[in-house]
């Protein structure tokens, strides 16, 4: 893991769900290896979605308190990228050429705005057609 990387949403709410035991495990081995190795990037919006997911959508609720202490870990080891409007017109950008869903394009284009060329994500779908990308599913 030595190039800059990004991991998706999906596989952050993994690492706390309760409801899918391998691949919770499979996530938690990937970001003990991005906290010993270095290299990992999340976007705000990572943070936000894993937040939206884990306190309202899962099985096993997390509560707000438990999640902004693991948002709050995810800053100590991590990268953070913002975004702002220019972001946004890229993703649409991005959207428009290549089809893809725009939450994702807001992804890939705030990972390209920083140089990151590599994400960890089950939703290979959504950011396969960008050439800039290197899309790697930790659950195959």
């Known amino acids: 893991m030595k ?15 309760e409801a899918e ?11 003990k290896r991005a906290v010993n190795e270095g290299g990992c990037c999340l976007s705000a919006q990572n943070l936000s979605e894993f937040h939206s997911v884990v306190t309202g959508n899962i099985e096993r609720k997390i509560s707000p308190e438990k999640s902004l202490e693991i948002i709050t870990d995810f800053g100590r080891n991590f990268s953070i ?13 991005t959207q428009l050429i290549y089809k893809a869903p725009y939450w994702d394009a ?12 590599i994400i960890y994500t089950e939703d ?11 899309v790697i599913n930790p659950f195959k």
């Open 3 to 17: 190039d800059r990387f990004l991991i998706d949403s999906n596989v952050l709410v993994y690492a706390f769900d």
């Open 21 to 31: 035991k391998h691949k919770k495990e499979r996530a938690r081995e990937l970001l």
């Open 81 to 93: 990228f913002n975004y702002g409007g220019n972001t946004v017109i890229e993703a649409i950008n």
């Open 106 to 117: 807001l992804i890939a284009a705030t990972m390209k705005e920083n140089g990151v060329k």
């Open 124 to 134: 290979e779908k959504g950011f396969k057609n960008m050439p800039w990308l290197t």
